[in-house]
């Protein structure tokens, strides 16, 4: 059974730092995606990282893949209030091919204090 | 460009009854995908369908059914609820299986 854990589940953090989650799977997959939820709202999607090595990019928020060690970080860098949310990985065991079937962490809830 | 649309937002159903959701995918959008999110279990992945056929599916009893009509509009429906499916039913469209999926606002539903 494919287990994903991220870390830390909760931070707190002061703005303008740096922080990385965790996100940690227990199967071979090249396949992950990271998500945001705001409170009472439904998610969106961050960022899909389909192969070993790849890293995106948008404002804030980089994330990577490293396959071989089975590691995806969120790097968030100077972080502002609006980044407060939760943050989910979510992992694909069906690499290859187009379906898909995702494992999710249990979320990292972030608070950015002024 | 419409987003995705899930109906009915909020629901309250007794124990022993059916529900069924429904999702409206982006325009274009062929495949959709459905999770249940509770306190409990967090995100669960439910199914996927694309072009009308359920490629995947999650580990959920076989009260938790879906399907996907040829616009690719997507129902799900749960047969004899219980308690425990009390949850935010959230529905997720994308070009492909593996692209960039949008999610609608969700279908909160409360058993009693």
């Known amino acids: 059974e494919l287990k994903v854990e991220q870390n830390p589940l909760f931070l707190s953090m002061q703005e303008g730092k740096n922080y990385t989650i965790y996100c940690n799977y227990s199967t071979t997959s090249d396949r992950l995606y990271w998500y945001r939820q705001d409170p009472g709202k439904s998610l969106e999607s961050l960022f899909v990282l389909l192969s070993n090595g790849a890293v995106k990019q948008e404002g804030r928020l980089m994330a990577s893949l490293d396959t071989k060690a089975r590691l995806s970080t969120l790097h968030i860098t100077a972080a502002v209030h609006d980044l407060s949310a939760t943050y989910f990985c979510a992992v694909d065991i069906n690499s290859g091919g187009s379906n898909y079937k995702l494992t999710f962490g249990k979320g990292t809830l972030l608070t950015v204090n002024p | 460009k419409a987003g995705v649309t899930q109906t009915p937002r909020y629901l309250i159903k007794t124990r022993g009854q059916q529900v069924t959701l429904s999702c409206s995918p982006i325009s274009g959008h062929r495949s959709v995908s459905w999770y249940q999110q509770t306190p409990g279990q967090g995100l669960q992945f439910l199914f996927e369908?694309?072009?009308?056929?359920?490629?995947n599916k999650g580990n959920f009893p076989g009260r938790f059914s879906g399907r996907q009509f040829s616009n690719s509009r997507s129902e799900m429906n749960v047969s004899t609820l219980e308690l425990g499916d009390s949850a935010l039913y959230l529905c997720a469209s994308s070009l492909a299986g593996f692209s960039k999926a949008f999610f609608g606002q969700g279908t909160r539903l409360t058993v009693v």
């Open positions: 369908y694309f072009s009308e056929t359920q490629r």
